[in-house]
Protein backbone atom coordinates (compact mmCIF):
# COMPACT_ATOMS: atom_id res chain seq x y z
CA UNK A 1 0.00 0.00 0.00
CA UNK A 2 1.80 2.78 -1.17
CA UNK A 3 5.16 1.53 -0.84
CA UNK A 4 6.06 3.50 -3.75
CA UNK A 5 5.16 7.03 -3.13
CA UNK A 6 5.50 10.92 -2.36
CA UNK A 7 7.67 10.23 0.63
CA UNK A 8 11.10 8.77 -1.76
CA UNK A 9 13.23 11.64 -3.53
CA UNK A 10 13.66 9.37 -6.67
CA UNK A 11 9.51 9.05 -6.81
CA UNK A 12 9.52 13.02 -6.23
CA UNK A 13 12.12 13.13 -9.37
CA UNK A 14 10.32 10.86 -11.86
CA UNK A 15 7.04 12.73 -10.80
CA UNK A 16 8.32 15.89 -11.95
CA UNK A 17 9.81 15.22 -15.08
CA UNK A 18 6.66 13.03 -16.20
CA UNK A 19 4.19 16.74 -14.88
CA UNK A 20 2.10 14.54 -12.54
CA UNK A 21 0.76 11.16 -10.94
CA UNK A 22 -1.80 10.11 -13.97
CA UNK A 23 1.07 10.45 -17.01
CA UNK A 24 3.25 8.16 -14.68
CA UNK A 25 0.52 5.72 -14.58
CA UNK A 26 -0.30 5.54 -18.00
CA UNK A 27 3.33 5.53 -19.78
CA UNK A 28 4.18 1.74 -18.69
CA UNK A 29 7.95 1.89 -18.16
CA UNK A 30 7.27 4.97 -15.99
CA UNK A 31 5.01 2.69 -13.89
CA UNK A 32 7.89 0.18 -14.00
CA UNK A 33 10.46 2.22 -13.06
CA UNK A 34 8.11 3.78 -9.96
CA UNK A 35 7.38 0.13 -9.06
CA UNK A 36 10.95 -0.72 -8.64
CA UNK A 37 12.23 1.93 -6.77
CA UNK A 38 11.50 0.57 -3.01
CA UNK A 39 12.44 -2.98 -4.09
CA UNK A 40 16.12 -1.62 -5.14
CA UNK A 41 16.02 1.04 -2.26
CA UNK A 42 15.27 -1.33 0.63
CA UNK A 43 15.13 -4.87 -0.91
CA UNK A 44 11.98 -5.64 0.56
CA UNK A 45 10.42 -9.14 -0.64
CA UNK A 46 7.71 -8.30 -3.02
CA UNK A 47 6.58 -5.39 -5.72
CA UNK A 48 3.41 -3.63 -5.80
CA UNK A 49 2.00 -2.31 -9.25
CA UNK A 50 2.10 1.49 -9.03
CA UNK A 51 -0.92 1.93 -10.06
CA UNK A 52 -4.44 3.31 -8.73
CA UNK A 53 -7.68 1.30 -7.47
CA UNK A 54 -9.20 4.24 -9.29
CA UNK A 55 -7.88 3.10 -12.80
CA UNK A 56 -10.31 0.21 -14.03
CA UNK A 57 -13.45 3.43 -13.31
CA UNK A 58 -11.91 5.48 -15.69
CA UNK A 59 -11.89 2.51 -18.26
CA UNK A 60 -15.69 2.11 -17.47
CA UNK A 61 -16.06 5.50 -18.88
CA UNK A 62 -15.82 7.91 -16.04
CA UNK A 63 -13.33 11.41 -16.20
CA UNK A 64 -10.48 11.10 -13.54
CA UNK A 65 -8.24 13.54 -12.12
CA UNK A 66 -5.83 13.90 -9.97
CA UNK A 67 -5.00 17.31 -8.01
CA UNK A 68 -1.87 18.46 -6.07
CA UNK A 69 -3.41 18.59 -2.41
CA UNK A 70 -6.67 17.53 -3.20
CA UNK A 71 -6.21 13.18 -4.53
CA UNK A 72 -8.29 11.52 -7.00
CA UNK A 73 -11.46 12.95 -8.12
CA UNK A 74 -14.66 12.53 -10.31
CA UNK A 75 -15.98 15.99 -11.51
CA UNK A 76 -19.31 14.23 -13.31
CA UNK A 77 -20.09 11.60 -10.82
CA UNK A 78 -23.08 8.92 -11.22
CA UNK A 79 -26.01 10.69 -10.55
CA UNK A 80 -28.54 7.68 -11.97
CA UNK A 81 -29.79 4.88 -13.90
CA UNK A 82 -28.88 6.60 -17.41
CA UNK A 83 -25.24 6.79 -15.82
CA UNK A 84 -24.91 3.74 -14.37
CA UNK A 85 -26.49 2.39 -17.59
CA UNK A 86 -23.65 3.74 -19.58
CA UNK A 87 -20.85 2.31 -17.89
CA UNK A 88 -18.51 0.38 -19.91
CA UNK A 89 -18.13 -3.44 -19.57
CA UNK A 90 -14.73 -3.74 -21.55
CA UNK A 91 -11.69 -6.21 -21.43
CA UNK A 92 -9.13 -4.95 -19.34
CA UNK A 93 -6.58 -5.99 -22.36
CA UNK A 94 -8.55 -3.77 -24.85
CA UNK A 95 -9.59 -0.85 -21.89
CA UNK A 96 -6.38 -0.70 -19.76
CA UNK A 97 -3.60 -2.38 -21.15
CA UNK A 98 -0.72 0.13 -19.98
CA UNK A 99 -1.52 -2.08 -16.29
CA UNK A 100 0.03 -4.81 -18.28
CA UNK A 101 2.06 -3.71 -20.19
CA UNK A 102 3.47 -2.69 -16.65
CA UNK A 103 3.24 -5.58 -15.18
CA UNK A 104 5.60 -7.46 -17.57
CA UNK A 105 7.73 -4.72 -17.43
CA UNK A 106 8.12 -4.96 -13.92
CA UNK A 107 8.22 -8.94 -13.73
CA UNK A 108 11.42 -8.70 -16.34
CA UNK A 109 13.48 -6.33 -14.21
CA UNK A 110 12.56 -7.54 -10.94
CA UNK A 111 14.74 -10.00 -9.49
CA UNK A 112 14.47 -13.89 -9.23
CA UNK A 113 12.67 -14.39 -5.91
CA UNK A 114 11.04 -11.32 -5.52
CA UNK A 115 7.31 -11.39 -5.79
CA UNK A 116 4.91 -9.01 -7.61
CA UNK A 117 1.58 -8.21 -6.24
CA UNK A 118 -1.45 -6.82 -8.45
CA UNK A 119 -4.79 -5.23 -6.74
CA UNK A 120 -7.56 -3.73 -7.41
CA UNK A 121 -10.18 -1.72 -5.29
CA UNK A 122 -13.30 -3.80 -3.71
CA UNK A 123 -16.86 -2.84 -5.24
CA UNK A 124 -18.14 -0.91 -2.60
CA UNK A 125 -15.11 1.67 -2.64
CA UNK A 126 -15.29 2.11 -6.06
CA UNK A 127 -19.01 2.70 -6.32
CA UNK A 128 -18.07 5.05 -3.02
CA UNK A 129 -15.64 7.39 -5.24
CA UNK A 130 -17.71 6.85 -8.40
CA UNK A 131 -21.48 8.16 -6.70
CA UNK A 132 -19.62 10.65 -4.15
CA UNK A 133 -16.86 11.92 -6.45
CA UNK A 134 -14.39 11.42 -4.50
CA UNK A 135 -13.26 10.78 -0.98
CA UNK A 136 -16.60 10.26 1.53
CA UNK A 137 -16.51 10.74 5.16
CA UNK A 138 -20.05 9.23 5.15
CA UNK A 139 -20.84 7.98 1.61
CA UNK A 140 -24.32 9.46 1.91
CA UNK A 141 -25.21 9.30 -1.42
CA UNK A 142 -24.09 5.44 -1.87
CA UNK A 143 -25.90 4.08 1.65
CA UNK A 144 -29.17 6.19 0.44
CA UNK A 145 -28.19 4.43 -3.21
CA UNK A 146 -28.09 0.96 -1.51
CA UNK A 147 -31.23 1.56 0.94
CA UNK A 148 -33.38 3.30 -1.19
CA UNK A 149 -32.97 1.72 -4.68
CA UNK A 150 -31.69 -1.71 -4.04
CA UNK A 151 -31.59 -3.27 -7.72
CA UNK A 152 -30.29 -0.41 -8.92
CA UNK A 153 -27.31 -0.25 -6.16
CA UNK A 154 -27.18 -4.00 -7.26
CA UNK A 155 -26.72 -3.42 -10.85
CA UNK A 156 -24.26 -0.85 -10.12
CA UNK A 157 -22.39 -3.29 -8.03
CA UNK A 158 -22.89 -6.05 -10.71
CA UNK A 159 -21.00 -4.36 -13.49
CA UNK A 160 -17.90 -3.41 -10.86
CA UNK A 161 -17.55 -6.73 -9.29
CA UNK A 162 -17.64 -7.84 -12.87
CA UNK A 163 -14.78 -5.25 -14.19
CA UNK A 164 -12.53 -5.76 -10.70
CA UNK A 165 -12.55 -9.66 -11.29
CA UNK A 166 -11.23 -9.35 -14.86
CA UNK A 167 -8.60 -6.73 -14.10
CA UNK A 168 -6.84 -9.23 -11.04
CA UNK A 169 -7.02 -12.19 -14.12
CA UNK A 170 -5.91 -9.70 -16.15
CA UNK A 171 -2.76 -8.79 -13.80
CA UNK A 172 -2.03 -12.58 -12.98
CA UNK A 173 -1.99 -13.24 -16.49
CA UNK A 174 0.43 -10.64 -17.03
CA UNK A 175 2.76 -11.86 -14.36
CA UNK A 176 1.26 -10.88 -10.60
CA UNK A 177 2.01 -13.66 -8.60
CA UNK A 178 -0.71 -12.70 -5.61
CA UNK A 179 -3.68 -10.26 -5.50
CA UNK A 180 -5.22 -7.47 -3.36
CA UNK A 181 -8.26 -6.54 -2.69
CA UNK A 182 -8.54 -3.28 -1.31
CA UNK A 183 -11.91 -2.43 0.58
CA UNK A 184 -10.46 0.77 1.79
CA UNK A 185 -14.26 2.39 2.61
CA UNK A 186 -16.10 -0.95 3.46
CA UNK A 187 -15.23 -0.47 7.58
CA UNK A 188 -17.75 2.71 7.54
CA UNK A 189 -20.46 -0.26 7.33
CA UNK A 190 -21.81 -2.30 10.05
CA UNK A 191 -21.99 -6.04 9.93
CA UNK A 192 -25.70 -6.65 8.59
CA UNK A 193 -24.49 -4.33 5.83
CA UNK A 194 -21.39 -5.42 5.37
CA UNK A 195 -23.07 -9.20 5.12
CA UNK A 196 -25.75 -7.64 3.06
CA UNK A 197 -24.55 -5.67 0.64
CA UNK A 198 -20.78 -5.57 0.19
CA UNK A 199 -19.93 -9.61 0.61
CA UNK A 200 -21.70 -10.94 -2.49
CA UNK A 201 -19.99 -8.62 -4.73
CA UNK A 202 -16.74 -8.97 -3.20
CA UNK A 203 -16.89 -12.62 -3.92
CA UNK A 204 -18.09 -12.30 -7.58
CA UNK A 205 -14.95 -10.08 -7.87
CA UNK A 206 -12.64 -12.86 -6.35
CA UNK A 207 -14.21 -15.49 -7.73
CA UNK A 208 -11.86 -15.32 -11.35
CA UNK A 209 -8.79 -15.56 -9.75
CA UNK A 210 -10.05 -18.36 -7.24
CA UNK A 211 -7.39 -21.43 -8.23
CA UNK A 212 -5.13 -18.81 -9.97
CA UNK A 213 -3.23 -17.08 -7.10
CA UNK A 214 -3.45 -16.04 -3.89
CA UNK A 215 -6.19 -13.44 -2.88
CA UNK A 216 -5.92 -11.17 0.02
CA UNK A 217 -8.31 -8.88 1.36
CA UNK A 218 -8.39 -6.03 3.24
CA UNK A 219 -10.46 -3.41 4.76
CA UNK A 220 -9.83 0.28 6.62
CA UNK A 221 -11.09 0.12 10.19
CA UNK A 222 -12.53 -3.00 9.68
CA UNK A 223 -11.41 -4.83 12.50
CA UNK A 224 -15.49 -5.55 13.57
CA UNK A 225 -15.55 -6.88 10.26
CA UNK A 226 -12.50 -9.57 10.73
CA UNK A 227 -14.78 -12.64 10.61
CA UNK A 228 -17.09 -11.62 7.32
CA UNK A 229 -13.66 -10.57 5.21
CA UNK A 230 -12.65 -14.14 6.32
CA UNK A 231 -15.65 -15.53 5.18
CA UNK A 232 -15.16 -14.44 1.33
CA UNK A 233 -12.90 -17.18 0.89
CA UNK A 234 -9.71 -15.54 0.58
CA UNK A 235 -6.27 -16.98 1.36
CA UNK A 236 -5.26 -14.12 3.09
CA UNK A 237 -6.12 -11.31 5.03
CA UNK A 238 -4.26 -7.77 5.16
CA UNK A 239 -4.72 -5.94 8.60
CA UNK A 240 -4.94 -2.33 9.08
CA UNK A 241 -2.70 -1.07 12.00
CA UNK A 242 -5.67 -0.71 14.43
CA UNK A 243 -6.45 -5.00 14.93
CA UNK A 244 -4.92 -6.90 17.36
CA UNK A 245 -2.85 -9.58 15.48
CA UNK A 246 -2.25 -11.78 17.93
CA UNK A 247 -5.98 -12.15 18.44
CA UNK A 248 -6.03 -12.42 15.07
CA UNK A 249 -4.08 -15.07 14.59
CA UNK A 250 -5.74 -16.75 17.40
CA UNK A 251 -8.51 -16.33 15.45
CA UNK A 252 -8.11 -17.01 12.12
CA UNK A 253 -4.50 -17.93 11.34
CA UNK A 254 -5.47 -21.47 11.24
CA UNK A 255 -7.35 -20.69 7.89
CA UNK A 256 -6.02 -17.74 6.07
CA UNK A 257 -2.58 -15.89 6.12
CA UNK A 258 -2.48 -12.52 7.91
CA UNK A 259 -0.49 -9.38 6.71
CA UNK A 260 0.19 -6.60 8.63
CA UNK A 261 0.32 -4.19 10.21
CA UNK A 262 2.73 -1.80 11.68
CA UNK A 263 1.04 1.66 11.93
CA UNK A 264 2.04 3.44 9.37
CA UNK A 265 2.61 6.68 11.59
CA UNK A 266 5.00 5.01 14.21
CA UNK A 267 7.18 5.79 11.05
CA UNK A 268 7.08 8.93 11.86
CA UNK A 269 9.30 8.02 15.07
CA UNK A 270 13.25 7.65 15.00
CA UNK A 271 14.96 4.51 13.39
CA UNK A 272 15.30 3.38 16.93
CA UNK A 273 11.80 3.31 17.45
CA UNK A 274 10.58 1.86 14.67
CA UNK A 275 12.73 -0.97 15.29
CA UNK A 276 11.45 -1.56 18.72
CA UNK A 277 7.78 -1.54 17.76
CA UNK A 278 8.44 -3.92 14.84
CA UNK A 279 10.20 -6.61 17.12
CA UNK A 280 7.18 -6.03 19.34
CA UNK A 281 4.71 -6.87 16.69
CA UNK A 282 7.29 -9.76 15.46
CA UNK A 283 6.78 -10.67 19.19
CA UNK A 284 3.15 -10.42 19.31
CA UNK A 285 2.86 -12.78 16.16
CA UNK A 286 5.35 -15.01 17.90
CA UNK A 287 6.49 -16.79 14.63
CA UNK A 288 3.31 -18.30 13.60
CA UNK A 289 3.47 -19.24 10.23
CA UNK A 290 1.48 -17.43 7.99
CA UNK A 291 2.33 -13.93 8.65
CA UNK A 292 3.12 -11.25 5.90
CA UNK A 293 4.97 -8.88 7.57
CA UNK A 294 4.18 -5.30 6.52
CA UNK A 295 2.54 -1.87 7.58
CA UNK A 296 -1.47 -1.83 8.22
CA UNK A 297 -1.58 0.67 5.85
CA UNK A 298 0.47 2.78 2.91
CA UNK A 299 3.19 5.17 3.64
CA UNK A 300 3.04 8.38 4.76
CA UNK A 301 4.58 11.34 2.63
CA UNK A 302 6.33 12.70 5.46
CA UNK A 303 7.92 9.65 6.39
CA UNK A 304 11.79 9.52 6.41
CA UNK A 305 13.30 6.62 4.32
CA UNK A 306 15.38 5.76 6.83
CA UNK A 307 12.83 4.51 8.94
CA UNK A 308 11.21 2.24 6.13
CA UNK A 309 14.85 0.81 6.18
CA UNK A 310 14.76 0.29 9.61
CA UNK A 311 11.78 -1.76 9.74
CA UNK A 312 12.84 -3.99 6.54
CA UNK A 313 16.26 -4.27 8.28
CA UNK A 314 14.34 -5.89 11.52
CA UNK A 315 12.37 -8.15 9.27
CA UNK A 316 15.79 -9.40 7.60
CA UNK A 317 16.81 -10.33 11.09
CA UNK A 318 13.96 -11.80 12.33
CA UNK A 319 13.07 -14.55 9.45
CA UNK A 320 12.92 -17.65 10.59
CA UNK A 321 16.15 -19.27 8.78
CA UNK A 322 15.01 -21.54 5.63
CA UNK A 323 11.91 -19.38 5.19
CA UNK A 324 10.99 -18.63 1.35
CA UNK A 325 12.83 -14.70 1.42
O1 LIG B 1 1.64 0.78 -2.93
C1 LIG B 1 2.04 1.12 -4.05
O2 LIG B 1 3.15 1.61 -4.23
C2 LIG B 1 1.14 0.81 -5.23
C3 LIG B 1 0.32 1.84 -5.75
C4 LIG B 1 -0.97 2.26 -5.07
C5 LIG B 1 -1.39 3.60 -5.10
N1 LIG B 1 -2.68 3.66 -4.65
C6 LIG B 1 -0.58 4.71 -5.61
C7 LIG B 1 -0.93 6.09 -5.23
C8 LIG B 1 -2.01 1.51 -4.50
C9 LIG B 1 -2.06 0.05 -4.16
C10 LIG B 1 -3.08 2.43 -4.26
C11 LIG B 1 -4.40 2.01 -3.74
C12 LIG B 1 -5.41 3.02 -3.47
N2 LIG B 1 -5.64 4.20 -4.11
C13 LIG B 1 -6.41 2.88 -2.49
C14 LIG B 1 -6.60 1.65 -1.63
C15 LIG B 1 -5.68 1.58 -0.50
C16 LIG B 1 -5.87 2.62 0.55
O3 LIG B 1 -5.10 3.57 0.55
O4 LIG B 1 -6.78 2.46 1.35
C17 LIG B 1 -7.21 4.04 -2.51
C18 LIG B 1 -8.37 4.35 -1.62
C19 LIG B 1 -6.72 4.86 -3.56
C20 LIG B 1 -7.28 6.17 -4.01
C21 LIG B 1 -6.28 7.22 -3.86
N3 LIG B 1 -5.21 7.40 -4.74
C22 LIG B 1 -6.19 8.26 -2.88
C23 LIG B 1 -7.18 8.45 -1.74
C24 LIG B 1 -5.06 9.04 -3.18
C25 LIG B 1 -4.58 10.30 -2.51
C26 LIG B 1 -3.64 9.90 -1.41
C27 LIG B 1 -3.00 11.05 -0.69
O5 LIG B 1 -2.27 10.73 0.26
O6 LIG B 1 -3.18 12.22 -1.06
C28 LIG B 1 -4.44 8.46 -4.32
C29 LIG B 1 -3.24 8.93 -5.00
C30 LIG B 1 -2.09 7.97 -4.95
N4 LIG B 1 -2.17 6.64 -5.28
C31 LIG B 1 -0.72 8.31 -4.69
C32 LIG B 1 0.01 7.11 -4.88
C33 LIG B 1 1.49 6.94 -4.81
C34 LIG B 1 -0.17 9.70 -4.40
C35 LIG B 1 -0.03 10.35 -5.74
C36 LIG B 1 0.81 11.59 -5.83
O7 LIG B 1 0.27 12.67 -5.57
O8 LIG B 1 1.99 11.48 -6.22
Keep these: MRQAGRYLPEYQAVRKRAGGFLPMIDDPPTAAEITLQPVRRFDVDAAILFSDILVPLRAMGLELRVDDGRGPWFPRPL ?25 RLVR ?3 PPGKALIGFAGAP ?33 MDKLATVVGWHLQYQVECG ?16 EDYLQHVVPWSRKALQPVSGLAPRLAFVRDGSHLLDDVVSLGVEGVALDW ?12 GRVALQGNLDPAALLASPEEVARRTRALLDAVGGRPGHV ?6 VLKETDPECVAAFVQCAKERAP ?5
Design 79 to 103: TGPTDIRALRLAAPAESMPEVGQAL
Design 108 to 110: AGL
Design 124 to 156: FTLASYAIEGGSSPSHSKLRRLMYREPALYAEL
Design 176 to 191: ADAVVLFDTWAGALTR
Design 242 to 253: RTDIADAFARHG
Design 293 to 298: LALGHG
Design 321 to 325: AGTAR
